[in-house]
């Protein structure tokens, strides 16, 4: 997560190449990390027009029933947001980082949609969480495989290859 | 966030200056994250020590005013924190590292400030609630003016630039 | 975070065990965060297991003793689940990888059990509750002991020593 580790040196550059893989990863990634808060920010201040419209002041979260629904609406996705920026990461990192981010842009789309879907009725929140959820799960995939492929290649660059 | 790839090999380390270059931004960035970890486990005492005071036992989290808005404090403190840290981590990387501290260090007192003012009654919250958004805007502001420079110094570099 | 960075060129790739060392501690911790992140989702199908047997539909949240406790159990554990992940990191970079993981995992194997304590009853809750404290405040040690150390190489290497 060091930018400066990108150009340790001016002695040990040799390639322009090397350089614009090692910073591309990042960026897509943090590209995506921005996304998602300002999506939770946009989440906020519905919740913030929804207490002004149905009076419900804070710290009282109970109103309702639409109120009800956007709050819980907005407390799912900040409760998932910690996982998916760790997932997201953890995915792009190990594994592959432009199919993680397109992962994580369309749980982004798919959170968007859960949000309306949820501010309309509980009914019309279930297809876009099973999407959500089924994103989450494909990035748990990908961190999995990369993590177990990063372990695999760690022993046998240890055991069995020499130095060029 | 790997800190061994400072020092890559002992082959290719030409420079000290380069060395403390790459440590230092995560070091001021990593003392932040923590004091914020620190803050939210001193927000957390306080609410346990409200549960005791107001005899609200777990799992209930509803009780006399003066303990929900304590608790709601807390808990809106708490949805914020991976938001911050993950805005403070963009900001420090692509952006820079000195500026984005000072940010989270005085996004970190003004959460202090809220909490405080949270505790006493709902409106004093808000002006300390107004400062940390601010600050969040600041940093997500940043983090945008990174990511974007980063990606026009990589189109760059990958088309018009040649290695010395 | 960036994997990339871990073999930066060919031209400056002098030894195979540098660049082992450099990939383990990300494996470790990426490991520990991707088990987190699955008991998370563990977590949350019980609480979906425990709102259908209750009969509780969202976006409702409180209801049977029984239903309210495995609730709050959840809702404890994600909001703990940042903080994790962030002391996680710091620790593993800035002091000790293996140790950080270990305590990563304890403090898995004691969320686990203080969820399925909660579950039977509150009073059962608190013992691997305080374990988990512990093993956070542990972790919080040896990222401040971590930082300071790093903060002090880095002192004495701007100041005392000089490039071979």
Chains 1, 2, 3 share one sequence.
């Not at 002695?11 to 322009?16: A, E, F, K, L, M």
């Not at 995506?32 to 027009?49: D, E, M, P, R």
């Not at 859960?114 to 099973?130: D, I, K, N, T, V």
Request: charge should be positive.
């Amino acid at each position: 997560m060091r930018r400066p580790s990108v150009r340790p040196s001016v002695g040990c550059r040799p390639s322009v190449v090397g350089e614009n893989a090692m910073e591309s990863p990042a960026l897509g990634l943090a590209a995506v990390t921005v996304s998602a808060v300002l999506q939770q920010a946009y989440f906020s201040l519905q919740v913030i027009g929804a207490r002004r419209k149905f009076r419900v002041s804070p710290p009282c979260t109970s109103g309702p029933p639409d109120f009800e629904r956007l709050f819980r609406a907005q407390a799912n996705c900040s409760e998932y947001f910690p996982m998916f920026v760790a997932l997201l990461w953890t995915s792009g990192i190990f594994f592959n980082q432009g199919v993680s981010c397109a992962c994580g842009a369309l749980y982004l789309y798919a959170r968007l949609r859960y949000f309306h879907g949820y501010a309309e009725s509980a009914q019309q929140r279930l297809r876009p969480l099973y999407v959500s959820a089924a994103l989450l799960w494909l990035l748990v995939a990908f961190s999995c495989v990369g993590i177990l492929s990063s372990f695999w290649r760690l022993c046998f660059h240890a055991n069995g290859r020499h130095p060029a």
